[in-house]
Nanobody, 126 residues
Framework: QVQLVESGGGSVQAGGSLRLSCAAF????????MGWFRQAPGKEREGVAR????????TYADSVKGRFTISQDNAKNTLYLQMNSLKPEDTAMYYC???????????????????WGQGTQVTVSS
């Protein structure tokens, strides 16, 4: 139903910034929420940020609050993640995901999202 394509990853020094993008193709009008997740080698995937497509309400993981900002351009069917004050522990593969169900969870749960992008690598050096 939906294809997601991430871009914008790369290598940056600690304290730097990156802006990730996720373009959605397909039945985008059926998406209720979009999220960003990340996964470091040997670790499970964790939720980073979530935004509701209608209204724009956002939720962030505690580890990125105050540093990351999730946003969307509905006209372009594009999701963004502005990452500032990057830390080495932010190094991971970052994925965008789409949720086709209306949910009200206060947490960002991987199981809530049914469609995933291929991922874009973010590497933060000290």
């Amino acid at each position: 139903q939906v294809q997601l394509v991430e871009s914008g990853g790369g290598s940056v020094q600690a304290g730097g910034s990156l802006r990730l993008s996720c373009a959605a193709f397909g039945l985008t009008s059926s998406i209720y929420a979009m999220g960003w997740f990340r996964q470091a080698p040997g670790k499970e995937r964790e939720g980073v940020a979530r935004i509701y497509t209608s209204g724009g309400s956002t939720t962030y993981a505690d580890s990125v609050k105050g540093r990351f900002t999730i946003s969307q351009d509905n006209a372009k069917n594009t999701l963004y993640l502005q990452m500032n004050s990057l830390k080495p522990e932010d190094t991971a593969m970052y994925y965008c995901a789409a949720d086709f169900r209306l949910r009200f969870s206060s947490s960002i749960r991987e199981s809530d999202f049914g469609y995933w992008g291929q991922g874009t690598q973010v590497t933060v050096s000290s």
